[in-house]
Nanobody, 120 residues
Framework: QVKVAESGGGPVQAGGSLRLSCVISGDIYKINDVSWYRRAPGKQREVVASLSSGGMVNYIESVKGRFTISRDHAKNTVFLAINTLNHEDTAVYFC??????????????WGHGTQVTVSS
């Protein structure tokens, strides 16, 4: 059983900062790629940042320079530092972790999300 739990969301004023955390726990010997997604009101879920097990990082254009994804391998924790928040960043943020379940397959586990609300 693998669990993914996000935290760190909340209300924040425009221009402010937050640091989201994602703890991946359970029967794990390795975590492959990790990603942060978000679902804004009335929109589909989109990936905002991803980090491979080898350290490759990708961001969507709208968050480049403001979002930073990182991970603590020893603690099976993934972070998303968000700076200079704007109203378009209001969304539920989800963590996704790809965990090997056999030598040739991995399964993507999701958390329940953490709400970020940006106000004026």
């Amino acid at each position: 059983q693998v669990k993914v739990a996000e935290s760190g969301g909340g209300p924040v004023q425009a221009g402010g900062s937050l640091r989201l955390s994602c703890v991946i726990s359970g029967d794990i010997y390795k975590i492959n790629d990790v990603s942060w997604y978000r679902r804004a009101p009335g929109k589909q879920r989109e990936v905002v940042a991803s980090l491979s097990s080898g350290g490759m990082v990708n961001y969507i254009e709208s968050v480049k320079g403001r979002f930073t994804i990182s991970r603590d391998h020893a603690k099976n924790t993934v972070f998303l530092a968000i700076n200079t928040l704007n109203h378009e960043d209001t969304a539920v943020y989800f963590c996704n972790a790809a965990v090997p379940v056999s030598p040739h397959y991995e399964y993507n586990y999701w958390g329940h999300g953490t709400q970020v609300t940006v106000s004026s």
